[in-house]
């Protein structure tokens, strides 16, 4: 641990040049969740992918990304958090590079596949070193700093995605990761020293089973869109996850260093928060697919007027969560969850308007923007309740367990929607809005069925001051 105090510590302007570099590099892991959506038609067109790898194309890197998150944090107690963020940092970018180049969908995939990886062993590794490096005063404004980089990503993730479809190409959307990954890589050694890891033992099985639970659950919603909710694709995969999961819990209770112990995984606070975590990611990601693909396939937008348009929500992504953090001290975790989920609900409903002889700035956005400033305050609701209801010494599994279902609640949102719009989403049914207002009712019901639930879910009264206002790991 580098204590700012001692001798050997970094100089006051060598810490915070540690945060930049830091924050770079999660802001580009951040990015990569929204820049993706606006270049997803351009996509579809250059390598011939219809709407189920269309789908992969998001969901592969957040499901990678979350389901490996928890175990990237072991390996940087186990290794070294510098030697885990470098190997995840050069993964990343590796990653990055061969997804540009990638000249059909199975290398596409791929690249997003290992993009997730290299993410998942990045952002834990580098929140262990800011945490290692910062110390009193100045690691609350340093983790401050961190957390903003969530919605600022949101929101520069959409319109960057919009400008580099539209100019040198969606290729670019993942080039643009490489020199800023290679300038990072180079700095890193010079700033953050080594630390010894530590000796323990690491509970691989454990996250390549609950990660394969999730990608055969993702794999069987996403077959029902074509197949039919009760055909043999859809139901064995389905299946599959089901025993997939029983068996990660046999795992966990069998292992001697548990990737999510089961007693932290049963407490209330840990299923509050898993639960509002992954619905408004789910709806988050999902108002976004939905939205891209109907702005320009129907509504034909190019990618730089559609990353214009998403530009408010983002902002009003980033509004929603400040203001959730000043809510929750004042009112509680519960109302504002509850608030949460109606405006996101009624955001979604309003959305439901659209039609191709309609503006959709007058149809699509005001409803899109009222959602998201739903969805914002409930991320912080997500973590901040969850945190301070559960016993010190499970702090860090339980913050591990609420970041993983950020991730995988964005892959689950997005594969439900895809099913439900599957017919506007086919190539033929491109004109035909009926899938997307499906998918749109589909994100207004759950988010009301989600008000309804945290109104007996979330623990009730207000948090400890010194849990208020921070969104979860690793921003939104």
Avoid: K
Avoid at 139 to 156: D, E, F, S
Avoid at 438 to 466: I, K, N, Y
């Amino acid at each position: 641990m580098v204590d700012d105090t001692s001798p050997h510590a970094p100089a006051r302007t060598g810490g915070w040049t540690v945060l930049v570099l830091l924050c770079l590099a999660q802001f580009m892991l951040i990015v990569d969740i929204t820049v993706v959506q606006i270049a997803l038609p351009a996509i579809g067109t250059d390598l011939a992918l219809g709407r189920e790898a269309l789908t992969w194309v998001v969901t592969t890197y957040t499901l990678c990304f979350g389901g490996l998150m928890v175990l990237g944090g072991r390996l940087a107690d186990a290794l070294g958090a510098r030697r885990t963020l470098l190997a995840g940092l050069g993964l990343f970018t590796a990653a990055s590079l061969l997804c540009g180049l990638a000249a059909t969908g199975p290398t596409l995939l791929a690249g997003r596949a290992l993009q997730g990886v290299g993410a998942a062993l990045l952002s834990p590794a580098a929140l262990a070193v800011i945490t290692t490096t910062f110390h009193g005063p100045r690691r609350g404004r340093a983790l401050g700093v961190w957390a903003a980089i969530g919605g600022t990503g949101a929101a520069l993730g959409v319109l960057l995605g919009g400008l580099l479809t539209a100019g040198p190409g969606w290729t670019w959307v993942f080039f643009v990761n490489v020199p800023i990954g290679l300038l990072v890589l180079a700095a890193i050694p010079a700033v953050v020293p080594a630390a010894p890891g530590r000796a323990e033992p690491v509970d691989v099985p454990g996250a390549l089973i609950v990660t394969a639970a999730t990608a055969l659950l993702i794999y069987g919603l996403v077959t029902a869109g074509d197949a039919g909710w009760g055909a043999a694709g859809m139901v064995l995969p389905l299946a599959g996850a089901g025993l997939l999961y029983v068996l990660f819990v046999l795992v966990e209770r069998s292992v001697r260093a548990p990737l999510m112990r089961a007693v932290t995984l049963a407490r209330r606070p840990v299923i509050s928060g898993t639960f509002v975590m992954l619905v408004a990611t789910g709806l988050m990601l999902g108002l976004f697919f939905l939205s891209s693909l109907y702005l320009q396939r129907v509504m034909g937008f190019g990618p730089l007027r559609t990353g214009l348009l998403f530009l408010p929500v983002a902002i009003a992504i980033t509004i929603g969560t400040q203001a959730g953090g000043h809510l929750i001290g004042r009112l509680g975790g519960r109302p504002v969850a509850v608030a949460s989920f109606v405006l996101t609900a009624a955001g979604a409903a309003l959305m439901t308007r659209i039609s191709p002889d309609a503006d959709p700035y007058v149809t699509l956005l005001p409803g899109f923007a009222l959602a998201a400033l739903g969805i914002g305050p409930a991320f912080v609701t997500a973590t901040t309740t969850t945190m301070a209801n559960i016993p010190p010494g499970e702090n860090g599994v339980a913050s591990g367990v609420i970041n993983t279902f950020h991730e995988l609640g964005g892959s689950i949102g997005v594969a439900v929607v895809s099913t439900v719009a599957a017919a506007s989403l086919a190539p033929s049914g491109a004109a035909d809005v009926g899938g997307f207002v499906s998918g749109l009712t589909l994100c207004a019901v759950v988010a009301g069925v989600a008000a309804v639930v945290s109104l007996g879910l979330v623990p009730p009264g207000r948090p400890p001051a010194a849990f208020v206002g921070h969104g979860h790991g690793h921003g939104h």
